[in-house]
């Protein structure tokens, strides 16, 4: 009866061994290591649509986010734009934030490559043990050795996406050092055309004050009504208005620019001057590979192929892991006979658990994690097309700007003469008794309505030129091959 119960026993024993192995050999069968394409196919356009025309072409787009992207901003030829931008390089908060991310990017990744490597470290100390017996101490000083191997990619995948997330934080630091700079410029023009503006409006307050000093010796000597003194104060008093409210305008600029700087407001103004530059002429034949400069393209396309390791690394779990462990070097009941040779002990294989360990049923969690991988990387590449998509908007909006803008301009120069003309023959008319006062006035306002369009149009223009740019993701031409510091 024995001999039967033993067996029946080793039968049991054996057909849950067999279950075992059936179990794994069909969620092995079941499950694969392999990783979705880490890059993404777009089917874009071959040209911008608002570009110049080319005869040369265009070129098949490659990544190129590492490219020089060049002292950009000294194409404008304004050494007080190349002081500020500079200086926000150096001490903006934003960027000092955005550099700490990447070191602490580069440290995870240093994690996860230090997970794949061999680990040894020393121990010592005692272990109190006993039984119905007795007791005794058992002290120990051991050198243990751990190296897991990679059977099936798993650590491999975990550090090629830590390094992958590296990259495209260094990525996103290229984004937002590029997208400082840009705003410097974009303030700074935005700076210069409201002082071009309120140059025009303090240039108006004299003529406003002449005009109501010409209409009160007038009305003094009983050649004018009333109406017309009042009407000249009232244009001047809107006119200081005008000026006051546009005052406050550049107040709002000029701190936004001392934070971009790093500086308090109170620390920082920017000196009084008028809008300069004419604009930079965009060439025909931008190339399309200047787009792959654009930083976030490159941490979009980085997060992609990040999210795919991690997928392989998810489907690994579903496989075996080999654990190889080692430990050697002295135990002894007595700490003063510790280090003698008859002290000396060794263990080869898991100091706790298993060598090779094979997950049967976890609850769905590594199912649950596959899923989440696969998510992730689903979102990732819908995120990188919509990037791709809204650098070409970037790009073809400013594009179209740019021309826009260049033919207002025209015509504003144009309008400025014609009201500039009109508002002296209205005033010889007026000076001479052949006009009312209202016609003066009329077409005054319409000289300096032009005048004040025409200084927005030319500060529009400058900053829809820096707005290409950063869509380009950097300078072109000459500018952008020219030398560029060290980004870390």
């Not at 926000?88 to 991310?101: E, F, H, K, M, V």
């Not at 119905?132 to 243990?144: F, K, M, S, V, Y």
Request: charged share 20%.
């Amino acid at each position: 009866m024995t001999i039967k119960i033993k067996s029946k026993l080793a039968a049991v024993k054996g057909a849950a061994t067999i279950c075992a192995i059936a179990a794994a050999a069909a969620m092995l069968a079941a499950c694969s290591t392999s990783k979705p394409p880490a890059t993404v196919p777009m089917d874009l356009p071959s040209a911008y649509r608002e570009a110049p025309a080319s005869a040369d072409g265009w070129t098949v787009a490659m990544p190129a986010d590492a490219a020089e992207r060049g002292t950009w901003w000294r194409i404008y030829q304004d050494a007080r734009l190349d002081a500020l931008v500079a200086q926000a390089s150096a001490d903006s908060p934003t960027l000092a934030i955005a550099l700490q991310r990447v070191k602490q990017a580069r440290a995870v990744a240093g994690l996860a490559d230090a997970d794949r490597g061999f680990q040894l470290g020393v121990g010592f100390g005692p272990t109190r043990s006993g039984d119905n017996t007795g007791d005794a101490t058992q002290w120990r000083a051991q050198l243990n050795a751990s190296y897991e191997v990679d059977l099936f990619g798993r650590l491999s995948d975990l550090s090629r996406a830590a390094a992958l997330d590296a990259a495209g934080q260094e990525a996103a630091y290229r984004s937002v050092l590029l997208a400082l700079q840009a705003d410097v410029a974009q303030n700074y023009f935005a700076l210069r055309a409201i002082d071009s503006e309120l140059d025009v409006l303090a240039k108006t307050v004299l003529l406003r004050r002449d005009s109501l000093r010409l209409t009160r010796l007038r009305y003094d000597n009983g050649d004018t009504s009333e109406l017309d003194v009042a009407q000249a104060d009232a244009e001047l008093a809107t006119t200081l208005a005008d000026e006051e409210a546009l005052s406050n305008q550049r107040a709002t600029r000029d701190h936004a620019l001392a934070v971009l700087l790093g500086k308090a407001p109170a620390d920082f103004t920017l000196e009084v001057a008028q809008l300069a530059t004419t604009g930079v002429p965009v060439p025909a034949g931008l190339p399309s590979e200047l787009l792959q400069r654009r930083p976030d393209i490159a941490q979009a396309q980085r997060d992609v192929a990040a999210n795919s390791a991690r997928i392989g690394a998810a489907k690994a779990a579903f496989f075996p892991s080999l654990s190889l462990t080692a430990s050697g070097g002295y135990a002894s009941s007595q700490l003063h006979n510790l280090f003698e040779s008859s002290s000396k002990s060794w263990i080869l294989g898991p100091l706790v658990g298993t060598m090779l360990n094979l997950p049967l049923l976890d609850g769905g969690h590594n199912r649950s994690e596959l899923a989440l991988a696969d998510a992730r990387y689903a979102a990732s590449v819908a995120g990188y097309r919509q990037t791709v998509l809204t650098a070409l908007q970037d790009v073809e909006n400013n594009l179209n700007a740019l021309q826009s803008l260049a033919r207002q301009i025209g015509y504003e120069e144009d309008a400025v003469r014609a009201a500039g003309k009109a508002a002296a023959l209205a005033d010889s008319r007026y000076r001479n008794g052949s006009a009312s006062y209202f016609e003066v006035i009329d077409a005054q306002r319409t000289s300096l309505a032009a005048q004040r369009a025409r200084s927005q149009l030319a500060g529009a223009r400058a900053m829809a030129s820096v707005g290409l740019i950063r869509a380009l993701g950097g300078g072109w031409g000459a500018v952008a091959s020219s030398d560029t510091a060290a980004l870390f």
